[in-house]
């Protein structure tokens, strides 16, 4: 089969980048080997035909119904219905928090709290301090057998009214010694809050007898610390005084009614 | 191409000027029907017209000289013809059974069509023999009139990728002539 020759720009290899640039930019002056390629480009620059303009009305219709809406009043509506959602979900944010402050200080003051929040709130803004939880394991200097002023340092914050409640359960713990508070009502009753100081809320006195010795308390009021209190329980003779009763809690926080004895007055323990 | 009055023919527009929306249509929407009759074959017309609604849309909030004008235009007719594609592709095919021989797709030879009466419609049966990317650079650079930038962004590829396949498509075009016999 004879080789003929074609020439080099026949099938446009040979074209320099400056002519298909140029063939690009829409020049129809190109070398003559790519002029029909020139050809088909002018062809495609072509004017437009009616087919290609068929379609106006139909674009136009569709710019007639947007321009139909006037810009500001569009706009204005648009920025309304975008605000109205924004305060919205401001206000729901802020009922919700509302909601659940409310509920955590209910909870708080309620005392019903785990005990590391409850503790939290007490500190933070005053709410009960918690109550250990009754499947705690005890210690036993907990349990009324420690000695008077064990727990001095926690005595500062907790001494209360919490070993009231503990006392309703005569008999349930309360293995204390008998008698081992009984020398300590004198302090109790200088402070507002020892409300069982007098007969000695450690879980002292006999369990199941639930009346323990009330008078022992009475005896010793004449520390001058809680002279005039009205509220002072052991001076007032109170018949049921519910350290007595047998604490069934009396953990750490009955011990520090021992430990305000201890501050003030050990001398005055029986 | 509009040229100097673009600027007040497309406020006008945005304005809500029909006249001036007519005319900015009638400028573009012809080489939006031959872009999209390659790209998007036996859909340019449907494609050009949601392409138009999408446009109209935005319109108000384009911003931009001429030159960014055609490329929104080309770069939304380009989703539209994608988002057909795909459309398509996912829907059963219609069997051939029910379809006469007369109403298959001819098979005429583009090289042909096109030297037989070069007129638009051949030059772009003669451009739907390239491969896809040399066809769609060659025409948003001769038919949209898009610089290599501009087209380099709508197809995101490199203006040197972009270059070398113009180069490529108007090599490849020349052989499509020179081989139906056109005498150098």
Redesign the interface.
Known sequence: MPNIPQSPLQDGSAATDADLAALLAGKRLVAHSLQPVADVLAALSAEPSPGELAGEARALAAFGRRAGVPVPRRRARRGTAGLTPRLSTKAAAAATTAVLLSGAATAAFAGVLPAPIQRFAHDAFGAPNARSAPSAPQPDHARGKTAPGQFASRAKSKAGAKSHGQGRHPGRHGHGQPGTGQGQPGNGQGSPHAKGQGAGSSGQGQPGTGQGQPGTGQGQPGNGQGQGNPHAKGQRGDPHPQGQQGNPHPRAKPAAHHARPARHGSAMDP | MIGDEFASLLAA?QS?G?AA??RL??DA??AL??YLRVIAPGAA?DV??ET??QV??G??SFRGDEQAWRAWLFTTARRRAIDLARHRSRRPETPLDDVTVAQLPSTEDCAEA?LEH???A???A??SGLPRLQAEV??L???AGLDTESVARLLRKSPGAVRVA??RG??????L??DAG?T?
């Open positions: 527009a809500g029909e929306f007519s249509w009638r929407n012809p029907l031959r017309d050009a017209a138009w609604v109209v849309r319109l108000r096109a070069l007129s638009t051949a030059a772009i003669l451009l060659i025409l650079r001769v038919v113009a180069h108007l090599r490849r075009l020349a052989q002539t020179a056109v150098l």
